[in-house]
C-alpha cells in the first residue's frame, strides 16, 4: 500500500490554542494509528509545523483523515501538504 508524508502548519500561538482540542484530537489520531492508517505524526521542536506519515490506498483517504481531526477542524493546522513517499530503503 502506498505510504505518504503530510507537512502542516500550525497557528500562532499554538501552546495556548491547542488545550482545549487536545484530548479529541489525540483520541481521534489513536483511532487512526488503530486503523493502520497513521504510522507516526509528531511537531516539530519549535512547534511550527508537524509530520506525519500514512499508509493508504490513495491520497484522498490520507486527505481526508486529515481534515476529520480537530486541530485541522479548529483551525490549530492551518494548512498542509501531502505527497506519496517514496521508500527507498
Same mark, same amino acid.
Request: charged share 25%; proline share 3%; net charge negative.
Given at each position: 500500500? $502506498?505510504?505518504?508524508?503530510?507537512?502542516?502548519?500550525?497557528?500562532?500561538?499554538?501552546?495556548?490554542?491547542? /488545550?482545549?482540542? &487536545? =484530548? +479529541?484530537?489525540?483520541?481521534?489520531?489513536?483511532?487512526?494509528?488503530?486503523a493502520g492508517?497513521?504510522?507516526?505524526?509528531? $511537531?516539530t521542536q519549535?512547534?511550527?509545523?508537524?509530520f506525519g506519515?500514512?499508509?493508504?490506498?490513495?491520497? /484522498?483517504?490520507? &486527505? =481526508? +483523515?486529515?481534515?476529520?481531526?480537530?486541530?485541522?477542524?479548529?483551525?490549530?493546522?492551518?494548512?498542509?501538504?501531502?505527497?506519496?513517499?517514496?521508500?527507498?530503503?
Amino acid at each position: 500500500m $502506498p505510504k505518504y508524508v503530510m507537512w502542516r502548519n500550525y497557528c500562532e500561538n499554538v501552546t495556548e490554542k491547542h /488545550a482545549f482540542y &487536545r =484530548q +479529541a484530537h489525540l483520541d481521534g489520531v489513536a483511532k487512526q494509528k488503530e486503523a493502520g492508517l497513521v504510522i507516526t505524526i509528531e $511537531p516539530t521542536q519549535d512547534l511550527t509545523k508537524v509530520f506525519g506519515v500514512y499508509e493508504a490506498a490513495d491520497e /484522498a483517504t490520507v &486527505r =481526508q +483523515a486529515i481534515e476529520a481531526v480537530p486541530y485541522w477542524q479548529n483551525g490549530i493546522w492551518t494548512e498542509y501538504e501531502v505527497k506519496e513517499w517514496i521508500q527507498a530503503f
